[in-house]
């Protein structure tokens, strides 16, 4: 997307911006004391929350004025099927909900620094990495209503099923990578990579850990993509680590870079440096994209228990998307038909979610015995047998 992929020279550890720093000054002060004496480090960003764009020595992307527009319509979309499908879930059509409000530049940004020939390995809220990949926008939803594990052929869009276990998709990534360098398929610009999103609660995990040991030894090339929304569930990012988290790749033996989760033109440029420098087989990179988590962990969590308003209020300042309408409109790349037909877009495909949604039929509860075993066993038969009696033995047709 715009200039020639850079192949060499790559940065070393790094989070350096113009004058940006990363901490929010509305610190609550029970986490205050936790941060110790050490200064938080800058970021890359490319484009300030006043939407200002600002130059950086490493991370130089030229956008044309079409590709800078498709960026604004895919935040907006992904933010709009994400509030359509947490109003959902409020009422009654789907068990849990994940949001991704405010990560959506973390996730379209590196979702559109991705080749066709990478594999991406989600978490459960990445839904704006799926739409990158051109999944269906209503495939996660029979998941999240308790009908599938997931709607989607990841051989098709080199997009994998979500996982649930935290951390355990960063295994399978580098697993994944691996196989990438036994096949010989890196090492030009047809190369291929793998990256693997995560949390900043998820990076206290023995998998994590085991996932970059791996990497680092074998070269692999993936990309970890941690996104820190500062709260794994309620507990703040302090309580995690005590020094930033993309300065852990030092230890692992590969380079880490920290960027502005919420700069979307950022987010591309670091994702695809890393992304490019895996395919021409220079190994692994760590990429913290500082972001933050506007709404609650899922809908069964309540977040004002744990959190201020004057925090939540002082990263409303820094959204991805109204940055984003800023700089096009400043720049004359947007206007208020290109806006408009923006959001005539989002109401038709939230739209179709919905009806999509609200039409899903409830499972058959049989159906949990389907593929638990490859084949038949005599125990299962047995099992399956006295459950369907069981729900035969209820009044009415259908009811479970």
Known sequence: MGDKPATKGRPATKARSGARRSRPA?????????????????????LTPEGERVEHPDYSVDFTDEQLQGLYRDLVIVRRLDLESTALQRQGHLAIWASLEGQEAAQIGSGRALRKQDMAFPTYREHGVLWCRGVDPTAPHGLF??????????????????????GAQTLHAVGYAMGINY??????????????????????QGDVHEACVFAGVY???????????????????????RTPIYQRAAGYGFPGVRVDGNDVLACYAVARHALDAARHGQGPTLIEAYTYRMGAHTTTDDPT????????????????????????AKAGIGDDDFFASVDADADRITGRLREFVIGLPDPDPSRLFEHVYAEESPLQDAERAWFEQYQSSFVGEGAH
């Open 145 to 166: 209503r308790g009908n599938d594990h997931g709607d989607w052929d990841p051989a098709e869009h080199n997009a994998n099923l979500y996982t649930l276990v935290i």
């Open 305 to 328: 228990r744990y959190r201020t308003g004057s925090e939540v209020e002082s990263w409303k300042q820094r959204d991805p998307i109204t940055r984003m309408r800023t700089y096009l």
């Open 219 to 241: 070269h692999a090339p993936v990309v970890f993509f941690c996104q820190n929304n500062q709260y794994a569930i309620s507990e703040p990012v302090e309580r995690q680590t």
């Open 26 to 46: 509305s610190t609550p002060a029970g986490e205050a004391a936790l941060q110790g004496s050490a200064q938080e480090p800058e970021f890359v960003q490319l």
């Open 183 to 204: 096949d010989g398929k890196v090492g030009s610009d047809d190369g291929e990579a793998s990256i693997v999103y995560f949390g900043d609660g998820a990076s206290s």
